[in-house]
Nanobody, 126 residues
Framework: QVQLVESGGGLVQAGDSLRLSCVAS????????MAWFRQAPGKEREFVAA????????YYSDSVKGRFTISGDNAKDTVSLQMISLNPEDTAVYYC???????????????????WGQGTQVTVSS
C-alpha cells in the first residue's frame, strides 16, 4: 500500500502563486507515475499534471500549461506543484495520485490511478 498526504493549499487572490506538496509513504517503489488532479464543486475530477518517476517526463493539461510546474524528488518520495498566475477557475480540491503501472501514453483518467491523497483546498478569489 501507498499513502499520499498533500499540503500547501489555501486562500489566495487572483494572480498569486501557491505551491502544493505531496509526500508518499509505504511501498513507494511500486509507483511509476505521480500526478495532480483537481475537482471543483459540481464538476468531475480532472487531470492537472503528472511526472514519471523514471525519466522525469512531465505532462500538463492545456488549462495549466505554462502556469503550473510539477516536480518530484524520488529520494524523498515527494512531488510538488508550483502554481503561478492563479485565477478563480483554478479553485478546486487538489488531489495527489499515484499509478503503479507505466501507461503509454500517459493516462489522464482518474480511474487509472491506484492511490489517492485526501485532497487540499485551493481557493482563488477575484
Amino acid at each position: 500500500q501507498v499513502q499520499l498526504v498533500e499540503s500547501g493549499g489555501g486562500l489566495v487572490q487572483a494572480g498569486d502563486s501557491l505551491r502544493l506538496s505531496c509526500v508518499a509513504s509505504g511501498r513507494t517503489f511500486n509507483i511509476a507515475t505521480m500526478a495532480w488532479f483537481r475537482q471543483a464543486p459540481g464538476k468531475e475530477r480532472e487531470f492537472v499534471a503528472a511526472i514519471r518517476r523514471t525519466g522525469r517526463s512531465t505532462y500538463y493539461s492545456d488549462s495549466v500549461k505554462g502556469r503550473f510546474t510539477i516536480s518530484g524528488d524520488n529520494a524523498k518520495d515527494t512531488v510538488s506543484l508550483q502554481m503561478i498566475s492563479l485565477n478563480p477557475e483554478d479553485t478546486a480540491v487538489y488531489y495527489c495520485a499515484a499509478d503503479k503501472s507505466v501507461s503509454i501514453p500517459l493516462s489522464r483518467r482518474p480511474t487509472t490511478y491506484d492511490y489517492w491523497g485526501q485532497g487540499t483546498q485551493v481557493t482563488v478569489s477575484s
